[in-house]
């Protein structure tokens, strides 16, 4: 069995900046690429930022510029620093993980975080 816990999100006041950090453990080999997707009421589920077991990262267009995307493989943490927040970036941001479990087999499994809501209100 493998999770994925997430914690760091809250309310916020428009520009400011929250930390969210999500940690995987369980049956884990290796991991490969983490990201972090969210999903505002009413829309579909969008990927915030990704970053590859060797760093390389991707952000959505809208969040370009004021969040970061990190690992620490060997605490198997990802992690997303978002600055300059708005009132749009209030949604429910949710960690996903590429995973293999087993040394004796190449098959990765995808596995998604609980949750946890993000708010920017004044």
């Known amino acids: 069995q493998v999770q994925l816990v997430e914690s760091g999100g809250g309310l916020v006041q428009p520009g400011g900046s929250l930390r969210l950090s999500c940690a995987a453990s369980g049956r884990i080999f290796s991991i490969y690429a983490m990201g972090w997707y969210r999903q505002a009421p009413g829309k579909q589920r969008e990927l915030v930022a990704s970053i590859t077991s060797g760093g390389s990262t991707n952000f959505a267009d809208s969040v370009k510029g004021r969040f970061t995307i990190s690992r620490d493989n060997a605490k198997n943490t990802v992690y997303l620093q978002m600055n300059s927040l708005k009132p749009e970036d209030t949604a429910v941001y949710y960690c996903?993980?590429?995973?293999?479990?087993?040394?004796?087999?190449?098959?990765?499994?995808?596995?998604w975080g609980q949750g946890t809501q993000v708010t920017v209100s004044s």
């Open positions: 996903n993980a590429n995973i293999r479990p087993f040394a004796a087999t190449n098959t990765q499994y995808n596995y």
